[in-house]
DNA sequence: TTGAAAGCGCTAACAG
DNA sequence: CTGTTAGCGCTTTCAA
């Protein structure tokens, strides 16, 4: 079968017998055009199935491509899924489309996504930074103008936006709330690495809340795993301690998970939890989970608003702005310890 | 502050004193170049900080952009989610970066981001279509060397590769299973509209087990709604009805939710459940969830994979390729009829 | 081993 | 109202 090659601007043009710059007008509205002609050029446009090429364009115009680059370390974990989808509520809307690679976790794997993003020229660059990489490579590509912001947590090495949650804030509210119903002894489920910037904010907002309420702090009571079953695993060890845990902070969505496992197969539906993360099916598990909801949509749709604030020509300093975290209590974080 | 310009490759050339051409020789390793001329010229790479233009590059070579387009109707369904996993686990080995748009169950919405991803000339195009929309406007693309695989249903109006799930054989096995567990009155809990694809593959699975058991299609039995609480609503009404249902398949992910929710408000621990599409943390749940558990990440990569190959010039005729499901045995399934 | 010229598809600037 | 020329940043072709 033989492979055609696209129509061209000049394909359009010689069909109609105008020039080039005349279908240009047509299709960009730009500049007058007699009605005779943008009707015969419109028709051939039709015909031949033409489609102007983007790529020229963009180049012709001198400007970023129309396309913001977006890196994720996971793209099958629902809080960044969701996230993508908050961002994109945002770009649609100004004719940005979205570029997305996974970091799974890799320094390199990020650095060579963010050279791909930047050597297609796009318009912005978003992503939830590697806690092991320095990010000081952007800095001159800041300067020229491209604005970055680091979502989830903050980038190292480089000055830019960012959008966090409030981690530490609450966590906090959560080890209060468990502190409140009568627990003094409160394990902690994170997750791995402990460098994670969420992880240690989190952490912090633990230690707050026993601080506030003149607990001691029990490295003992600390664990965590990489996915589910790494907290789940982690959450049946607390449970065999000589002085145990009466209840637990859970501190992201898989660890919550886990969490709600580890508890499931110890069948100790007595021991307390707050998650940290909403997840589906919270209401409807026994007992129902208590969270600290965080709003990935909410996260997505304000970093590309900052994106394009910065695109619009928006020079003030970077900023880091705080999306609040919201208790939602369900029933697991109110049982009183035995 | 003064937005610095970009280096280009000439840049580089006259900073070393050497024309634009030798400089691209050194980049893509293209041609014989001197040690030492290859040495300045990388050091003056590093110091400017230059990064060749893609755009210019793909349209120089008259080829395709080294990206594929995504069309999926909604990101922050994990299903989907997983199944960009899936895609990108296939194509970041080959250098192409994945562009993304959703469609919002919007047929106009997705034609535009189809639109888009021609114009930006992408190398393949990968999408889950709306049920509403012909795509036969696709037509000249395709035979234009585009590969174009459909998602999770198939296209309308255009022959073209598809990855699809075992649907209906998986809801003949999930409702076989209730059959073989006592039960003769099963209700089907769907999404909307009733015109899905996999909705109706699964609705005639779920005739088939019934008529292999020589059990009579009852319209009342089918329910459903648009997400979790409509088919919540959905599965409380029926168990409501005159003659209520013992058992009930649930058609995806979030009718499964919804049946669990609505089981739950109902407080029936009692009504037998098989669900479509795995869910987190189905295991915990009491009774703990069957489901029919469908591969998006294998399906992702089916995806990914077939773009490829037709990319590396597999002409052969369009193929369909079913992705097998798998019934996970947990319980809710396993309930008898009182 | 290196360079000059031409051109990918498009549009800005200027003529006509 | 329409056309011509030039050039975005890169690579191919051909020549030196």
Redesign the pocket.
């Known amino acids: 079968m033989p492979v055609a090659?696209r129509p061209?601007?000049?394909d359009v043009a010689q069909e109609v017998g105008?020039?080039?710059?005349?279908v240009?007008?047509v299709?960009?509205e730009?500049?007058?055009?007699?009605a005779e002609?943008r009707e015969r050029v419109m028709e051939a446009v039709q015909r031949l199935g033409f489609r102007?090429?983007l790529m020229?364009?963009h180049?012709?115009?001198?400007k970023s491509d129309t396309a913001i680059g977006l890196v994720v370390p996971d793209m099958s974990n629902p809080f960044f899924a969701t996230v993508v989808s908050g961002i994109e509520s945002v770009t649609h809307g100004r004719g940005l489309t979205l570029l997305i690679g996974s970091s799974a976790q890799d320094a390199e794997r990020e650095r060579s996504l963010v050279g791909t993003f930047l050597a297609r020229r796009v318009s912005a660059l978003l992503m939830a930074p590697i806690p092991s990489a320095d990010h000081g490579y952007l800095k001159a590509e800041r300067s020229a103008g491209l604005p970055v912001v680091f979502l989830d947590r903050p980038g190292t090495g480089l000055t830019a936006d960012s959008v966090l949650s409030s981690n530490r804030q609450g966590a906090r509210e959560g080890v209060a709330h468990l502190i409140r119903h009568g627990h003094r002894r409160i394990g902690f489920i994170g997750d791995t690495p402990t460098a994670l910037y969420t992880r240690r904010m989190r952490l912090r907002g633990y230690r707050d809340a026993l601080a506030e309420a003149g607990l001691a702090y029990d490295r003992a009571l600390v664990a965590g795993g990489q996915d589910v079953e790494g907290a789940a695993d982690a959450t049946e060890r607390l449970l065999t301690l000589a002085d145990p845990p009466t209840a637990l902070l859970a501190a992201n969505n898989f660890s919550s998970m886990g969490a709600v496992v580890g508890l499931a197969r110890a069948a100790r539906k007595d021991v307390a939890l707050v998650g940290f993360d909403d997840i589906p099916l919270a209401g409807v598990l026994e007992p129902a989970l208590t969270v600290v909801a965080q709003d990935p949509a909410a996260m997505g749709a304000a970093a590309a608003t900052i994106a394009l604030s910065r695109l619009d020509g928006d020079r003030s300093r970077a900023r880091s702005t705080e999306i609040p975290t919201r208790l939602v209590l369900r029933g697991s974080g109110e049982l009183r310890p035995r």
Chains 1, 2 share one sequence.
């Open positions: 090659r061209t601007l000049s105008v020039s080039a710059k005349t240009s007008r299709l960009n730009d500049g007058p055009v007699s002609t102007p090429n020229a364009r180049m012709r115009l001198g």
